[in-house]
Structures are given as C-alpha cells and as structure tokens.
C-alpha cells in the first residue's frame, strides 16, 4: 500500500502534466501555424508572417459573421440568464405540484441529440410562419443554454442562507427591493457565471446555428465554409487563434470578476470575538 | 401587548402549535423555553409575520396581525444565524431598514451611530459584514434591529451560536440592554440558564402546548408537573398520594418523606388520587456529626461525583424506589464522604414540591 502510495507520488504530476499536454499541445498548432508563410500545414516552417492576421479584417463576410456571432452569443446569453434567474428562484424557493416534471424538462435538452432537436426546432419554427434568421438562432441557442445556466443559477441561490431574505422583509423591505438588494447581489457570482457559460456555448455552437440560420451566418459556420478551400486555411488559423486567446483574456476576466464578487458574500469570521 | 390567542400550527395531521395562549406585557422580558421541537420557534415566527396561525389570532398592541405581512410589523427579529448581510459593511446593515424611511442623512448617521454605541460597537462601521466574528455579528444583528425602534424585539436563540463565557458575557448585556431602551423582548431558547438568568417572565413548552407561564423563580421552585421541574435543572421525584387538599396547601403521604403538607403551586390540576413530590438535589443539605434538623431523611452513600465547585451524592434511602440526588458545595468536605458510608440529609419542607401527575 505505501509502495503504491510512494509510486502515485512520483509518477502522478508527470501523469498530469502529459496528460494536459496531450489535451491541449494541438490546440497550439494553430498559433505556430497561422504564421506560417505557405498555407500546408507542416513542419518545419517555410517563414513567419503575420500577413494572415492582417488579411482578416479586409474580409467582410468574416467581420459579419463575427458580428453576427456577437449578437446571437450576447442576446442569448441574457435570455438565457434571465430564464434561469426564474427558473432557479422558483425552484430553490417555493414548492408547486410539477416541480419535479417542470425541472427535468429544463434539463432535457441536455440529454437529446442535438441533431433531432435542432431539426424539430427547425420544423415547429416553418409552422410557426418564423423566417430563418439571427432570431431564430437566439432561440435555439437559448434552449441548449438554459439548462446550463439553471444548475449555475440553483446553486448560486442555495448557496446562502435563506434568512437573509427573510431579514430583509423584516426590517420592512417589500418582496421587489429584497431580491434587489438582497438576493441579486448575493446571486451575483453565479449570474456572472451563467453570462458567461451560456456565452462561450453559443459561440462554438454549430449545430443549431447551420439548421437554424437564414442568410447571416455565424462565425462557425463561415469557419466550416471556409475549411473547403485549401487556400483559405492559414486565414481560418489566425481567426482561430484570436478566438482562443479572446475567450482565455475574456474567461479570465469574467473569472476574477467572480471571485471577487463571492469573496464580498461568504462569510469568514474570526476566531475571536 | 401582545395576545396570543388560541393559536394552532397545523401541518396536515401534525401540530406544531396546539391551541397555545399566553399574553406579554409592555416593557417585559419573556422567554419562550422549550426543547427542540416544541413549538417555541414557530410561536416566534408567528408573531414576526414569517408565518400564519392555522386558527387563532396574534394581537400586538390591541391590532389582530392577520394578514399583515412581516415588513409591515412593528417587531425586528435578531435571527440564530444573525442573517448579516455580507456584501454590505456595519453600517449599511445596521442602516439597511432606514433607506426606506428616507430620512435626512445626518439623522439617519446619528440613529446608526447611536445603535452602533447601544451595543459597543463604535467604530467598526466600516468593517465588512462577511469578516466580523460571531460576536460581533450578533450585536450588528441587535444593532440593526434596535434602530428601527421596533414595538417589540424578537430573538430566535441568539446566543446558542456563542462559546460559554461569551454567552455569559452577552446574557447580561442583553438583559441591560433591554433595561435600558425599554421595550418588550421575546426571547426562543433550549437552555433553561438563559431563560432563567435574563426573564421577567418564562413561558415552558412542550409539544406545541404551553406548559406553565411564570416568573423564573416559581417556575423553578414550584413547577407545575414532572415535565416542567425535569426540564429546568435536577429534580428528585418521589411517589406520593394525595390524603388532603384545599385552596392554598395540599398533603400528601410518602414513603420516605413520611406526610408531607406544602404550598399547591398554581395551575396544580389534580389528576385523581397520585401526585409527584419533588426535591432538588441542592436543597438537601449533608448533616455533619452533631448537626440535626426538624426534618430530615437517612440513608447509605452509593455513589459520588466530583464536579468541582460542588459533589454529587447518590443516596438509597430506605422506603424510597430510586435514590436520592444530593448536590452539596465543597466546602465542608462532601468530596472526602467515602461510598457506602451512612448519611443524614437535612431539608426545609418549602423546598417540597408538589406536582400533580
């Protein structure tokens, strides 16, 4: 048993180490090869150039798909937010027959294949008389979205102690200045989460996108389309490295935003008094 | 001021609440006393407004409270986990209830630094409310209730949360503290020495009912039954039968006390011809060689345990089913009495108990 303990000690940070490496080593090829001066993708490198990076704002369908990413992700992710404030409050704080059936709901699209229910979507949008459209992505993305942004949204909510709400009616607030006060404040952190989660989604979503889109294409979309032509590769590199080290500076930020927001609502006391 | 009157809690078959009455007067300091689940807590909320009667009406000052929701009751509760709010600092918290009131900021900066003083904590304003220590956020907790100069203060356990001396510390400021602003405090507690130590007045519950309402010393000395005297402190029972009976006195027949004739204790309901007499283990007094008493009981030392300031002794008694309880200070030697020695115990027949079954 200590022999087996000693041997994990030794051998675990390597473990892990190669294990990341593994995850995330291919992930650089895309800065190493978007400044690279031919288009095939190979070693070693022919030259460094950062000609690709400076061709892609000269490509306006690329500036409009990313306008058209930004858009559906931002709108998206507020609806989504703002159903799971709902959806979390109603859960964590009443108790209504359906409960159970209302929650599993939310989180069924977590379970189905993407596939079938962007094409159901799709099919139950035609019969509505909705013409494809950036509109129509917003919902589709919302639906994929919701569950995720729930589970942050829930446990954010029963993170705190329900008396504080309670204390706040008390000292004579009315049940809208308590949740504005009070519960969104403390609910801060995991709203941010939420934001944050349901953004990056919809951002790298593809599926629903390509079923649901009319003429504006979002950025994965344009990607795909672009991934025909061999030419266009290194072009799709740079975009590409620029969308990582975009959602790393963003993730990050959003990150510290959390914690300070949570660091002003757990309580740490002294031992003393 | 407050009328609580035939209240009932029903969840379905069970009651939190059963048909409980009780009224607290202005200026008083009641105590709800109870083990868990009696029903104190939810009495407590009731009155608040954080939840309703099934049946039976809360009147506070002469007005019916039903229907009225919680913010708009003229009481504060200071709630067992003191419910700070962590996002803001002291005096946010404590200003927290007069925002709405909309006063003009220095009176509003006055009144903050008036209560922040009530419960000495001038010059913490400043400090975050997720960094303060338990002590702390019980008087931010007091502090914030107490400038909305309530009708009534609530207190839901306030102190269970605080180490032993701090406890004691804050037992006495609270009871000051109330002396000092004036107004009607109800205080929720399991532990019968806070009740005890800060009431006017005690009210004992068990199982959603209200068992005896009185001061601390006649709950103490004269408890209405067996529940009651078990609850507050050690108490020895003795089997007794009731031979006689009028308005101020009762007698009774024992076999170890002999007849025994003492006060009735209000609210003494005679349930048929048994009865309970009852003693506290620190009003039988150890007889040294050479002392004697008008009464007094002898036995055999089976037991004895050494607390420190004082010594348990467990006395068989000849005529008595269980033995006796003795709690007798150190001072003269009870720690050094050997086990299975002979002892006389000396009594003062007002300490007798009489509880009906």
């Given amino acids: ?273 | 001021m407050i009328e609580i009157a035939d209240v009932t809690r029903s969840y379905g078959a069970f009651k939190a609440l059963d048909n409980a009455s009780l009224t607290i007067r202005e200026g008083e300091f009641f105590s709800l006393l109870g083990p868990s689940g009696c029903g104190k807590t939810t009495l407590l909320r009731m009155i608040a407004g954080f939840d309703q009667p099934t049946t039976g009406t809360i009147s506070i000052d002469g007005q019916p409270m039903d229907g009225i929701p919680a913010n708009r009751r003229p009481t504060n509760m200071v709630f067992q986990s003191y419910a700070i709010f962590p996002h803001l600092n002291v005096e946010q918290n404590v200003a927290y209830g007069l925002k709405r009131l909309r006063l003009d900021p220095k009176e509003e900066r006055r009144r903050v630094d008036e209560a922040l003083a009530q419960v000495s904590l001038t010059g913490l304003g400043k400090r975050g409310g997720h960094e303060l220590s338990g002590g702390q956020r019980q008087r931010v907790a007091l502090a914030r209730a107490l400038v909305m100069r309530p009708k009534v203060l609530l207190l839901d356990e306030p102190l269970s949360a605080l180490d032993k001396k701090l406890r004691e510390q804050m037992q006495v400021e609270l009871r000051s503290l109330q002396q000092a602003v004036g107004i009607t405090f109800v205080l929720v507690t399991h532990d019968q020495y806070e009740a005890l130590g800060m009431s006017d007045r005690i009210a004992v519950m068990f199982g959603g009912k209200i068992a005896q309402i009185a001061k601390p010393k006649e709950i103490y000395q004269r408890p209405v039954n067996r529940q009651v005297a078990d609850f507050l402190g050690g108490m020895n029972f003795v089997k007794a039968e009731i031979v006689a009976e009028n308005g101020a006195s009762i007698t009774v027949e024992t076999s170890g006390f002999g007849r025994v004739t003492t006060d009735k204790p209000q609210a003494f309901i005679r349930n048929g011809k048994g009865a309970t007499l009852g003693i506290r283990p620190e009003r039988l007094r150890v007889l040294w060689d050479g002392e004697s008493s008008k009464f007094e009981v002898g036995g055999k030392v089976v037991d004895r345990h050494y607390f420190g300031e004082i010594t348990h002794l467990i006395v068989d008694v000849p005529g008595l089913e269980k033995p006796l309880s003795v709690s007798e200070t150190n001072d003269f030697g009870a720690d050094d009495i050997p086990v299975g020695a002979p002892i006389r115990l000396g009594y003062d027949p007002d300490a007798l108990v009489a509880m009906a079954d």
């Avoid at chain 1, 108790?95 to 993407?114: C, D, K, T, Y």
């Avoid at chain 1, 995720?148 to 009616?169: C, K, N, P, Q, T």
């Avoid at chain 1, 809208?176 to 009070?182: I, N, P, Q």
Wanted: with cysteine.
């Fill in chain 1, 1 to 273: 048993m200590k022999a087996l303990r000693r041997l994990l000690a030794n051998w675990l940070p390597a473990y892990a180490f190669l294990y990341i490496a593994f995850l995330y080593l291919p992930v650089l090829l895309l800065p190493i090869f978007s400044i690279n001066t031919t288009a095939s993708p190979r070693f070693p490198l022919s030259g460094y150039t950062l000609q690709w990076y400076v061709d892609l704002p000269k490509t306006p369908a690329l500036i409009d798909a990313t306008e058209n990413s930004l858009i559906v992700g931002i709108a998206a992710s507020m609806l989504a937010t703002i159903l799971g404030i709902c959806a979390a409050r109603a859960v964590t704080r009443y108790r209504f027959p359906g409960q159970r059936a209302a929650s599993g709901l939310i989180m069924a699209p977590l379970v189905l294949p993407e596939v079938i229910v962007a094409i159901a979507l799709l099919i139950v949008l035609l019969q509505l008389g909705l013409s494809l459209s950036l509109f129509t992505v917003v919902l589709g993305h919302v639906l994929i979205c919701v569950p995720y942004s729930v589970s942050v949204l829930i446990s954010g909510f029963e993170g705190f102690d329900r008396s504080l709400e309670e204390a706040s009616a008390d000292l004579g607030e009315s049940a809208l200045g308590t949740f504005r006060r009070v519960t969104l404040p403390m609910v801060a952190p995991a709203i941010i989460s939420s934001l944050l989660v349901s953004f990056t989604i919809s951002l790298d979503e593809f599926i629903m996108a390509f079923f649901l889109t009319g003429t504006e294409p979002t950025l994965p979309i344009y990607i795909w389309g672009q991934l025909r032509f061999a030419a266009k590769l290194p072009g799709v590199l740079a975009l590409g490295t620029l969308l990582l080290v975009g959602s790393f500076i963003l993730l990050t930020f959003a990150e510290i935003l959390r914690r300070r927001a949570e660091r002003r609502t757990r309580m740490t006391g002294a031992a003393i008094a």
